[in-house]
């Protein structure tokens, strides 16, 4: 059985269908990533599976469950966590307010701070800025904060929306060098990110979206050496 599994998806904004009946699937430990222009769908897919927005029709499954129905709250402590484009952090709350925010469907006080401890390793840039407030923190340091604070829910699979969008080329592989770690910790991950190239040399499958259509599937490998991805979104 699939982890995610999403069936015959469509989602409108008003008038305008942002995705036409897509269909995909994740294991438990996979690294998947979606790619495709801006306004593909891609970030679209994430906020549907995480409830923010509802679908016009199809299902969510995440461990055969329907979630399609549940609210966004309920998606969390299923085990579903989303670090969401332009990184949302609370800007007026600490850097420690914010991971404790990310742990608010838990009472076990003492692995939270154990968590908190994890991301402090994870992220030594946060624990240096623990209680800086969030809003000072550079673009590179907010983006730490929302995965470190989505991880703080302990999820089964982990959203990530446009993880290096505006970031310096440096702060982008400190980035990725810990969504590697992740996945070799065998966290789930689905992947939403502009660069077509380093999303797929560090995910197990892609998927390729055009206009809210899934239009290519195939192992990482395969969509780096397609000829219709190259010229598309490789340069």
């Known amino acids: ?13 008003g008038g305008i269908q942002a995705l036409q ?91 939270i701070k154990a968590d908190i401890d994890l991301q402090f390793k994870r ?4 624990q240096e800025r623990r209680n800086q407030l969030a809003g000072t923190l550079s673009g590179g340091e907010q983006q730490m904060l929302a995965i470190a604070r989505a991880l703080m829910s302990r999820p089964r699979l982990l959203l990530l929306d446009e993880p290096s969008l505006g970031l310096a080329p440096l702060i982008v592989r400190e980035i990725f060098s810990i969504i590697r770690e992740l996945h070799a910790e ?25 206009a809210g259509i899934l239009t290519i599937t195939g192992k990482s490998s395969e969509l780096l050496d397609d000829d219709r991805v190259r010229q598309a979104y490789l340069g």
């Open 123 to 126: 992220f030594p840039r946060l």
């Open 21 to 111: 009946a897509l269909s995909l699937s994740i294991a438990q430990g996979e690294v998947v990533t979606l790619i495709g222009a801006n306004g593909a769908g891609k970030s679209t897919t994430l906020r549907a599976i995480s409830r923010i927005v509802n679908a016009r029709q199809g299902r969510i499954l995440f461990e055969g469950k329907d979630i399609s129905r549940l609210s966004p709250h309920e998606v969390v402590r299923l085990g579903v966590a989303h670090s969401p484009e332009g990184r949302r952090v609370l800007t007026r709350q600490s850097v420690y307010d914010n991971l404790m925010l990310g742990a608010y469907i838990r009472n076990d006080t003492a692995n």
């Open 186 to 210: 065998g966290v789930t991950i689905l992947l939403v990110e502009q660069n077509a190239s380093l999303a797929l040399q560090n995910a197990d499958r892609g998927y390729v979206l055009e």
């Open 1 to 13: 059985m699939a982890l995610l599994e999403i069936e015959n998806l469509s989602v409108n904004y």
